[in-house]
């Protein structure tokens, strides 16, 4: 089946510094990838759509300067966390889907961000 | 209205039991309904997808869909501790990518 590969599964970084966070489509080619954030007992919070070739879509009230987005093959997505402040500490998942394979997204195991 | 509503939990039910697991929706454009399983600190793992109304069955899980109702539904048979986890439901239209609107999604706890 699809297989969407996240790195890193977690990170903690100082305050003010960047975090880089990537997700492959492992075995399909994923035009369209999809970032979500999880605070802690939540649901998944759509952040953004990710266009492979073209910029991102984003939800009201994500700073796309923030939460950057890169796209630039159909297998890889990247979103940088730029500044990072204690409050972005979450859960940040990333989801794409198989177009040849189902109707069924696929998500990566999620990336545990924490900035003290 | 929230276009997707699921009772949030927490549910605690015995080892064997049948559980069942509930969302509405409000937007009729859906097409695609799906139900995660996530455990903790881990991404959701698909457990089933139904396209339109219908009933869909793998194993020990049965996907319901009711269109007319907006309402969809999830059942676990024999339910295992191995079920704990927080259960999501998921919906999308009928464009190849458009993102998932998810509901709250379901603690369950299966006591052995």
């Known amino acids: 089946g699809a297989v969407v590969s996240q790195h890193p599964s977690r990170v903690i970084c100082k305050s003010g510094t960047s975090v880089k966070i990537e997700c492959r489509s492992l075995d399909f080619q994923a035009t369209t990838m999809f970032w979500y954030r999880q605070f802690p007992k939540q649901s998944l919070m759509l952040m953004a759509t990710s266009n492979e070739g073209s910029k991102a879509t984003y939800e009201q009230g994500v700073e796309k300067d923030k939460f950057l987005i890169n796209h630039a093959s159909l297998t890889l997505s990247t979103l940088t966390v730029t500044s990072a402040h204690p409050e972005d500490s979450s859960f940040y998942i990333c989801?794409?889907?198989?177009?040849?394979?189902?109707?069924?997204?696929?998500f990566g195991s999620g990336t545990r961000l924490t900035v003290v | 209205q929230k276009e997707v509503e699921q009772d949030p939990g927490p549910l605690s039910v015995p080892e064997g039991a049948i559980v069942s697991l509930n969302c509405t929706y409000s937007?009729?454009?859906?097409?695609?309904f799906m139900w995660y399983r996530q455990y903790s600190r881990k991404g959701p793992e698909l457990l089933m997808y139904?396209?339109?109304?219908g009933n869909k069955e793998d194993g020990r899980f049965t996907a319901q869909v009711d269109k007319s109702s907006k309402y969809i539904s999830l059942f676990i048979r024999d339910s295992q501790p191995s079920d704990s986890a927080t259960y999501l439901c998921?919906?999308?239209?009928?464009?190849?990518?458009?993102?998932?609107?998810f509901g709250k999604g379901t603690r369950l706890s299966v006591i052995a």
């Open positions: 937007n009729s454009a859906f097409q695609y």
């Open positions: 989801s794409a889907r198989d177009l040849t394979g189902g109707w069924g997204y696929t």
């Open positions: 998921a919906m999308s239209g009928n464009s190849g990518n458009t993102p998932l609107v």
């Open positions: 139904t396209y339109s109304s």
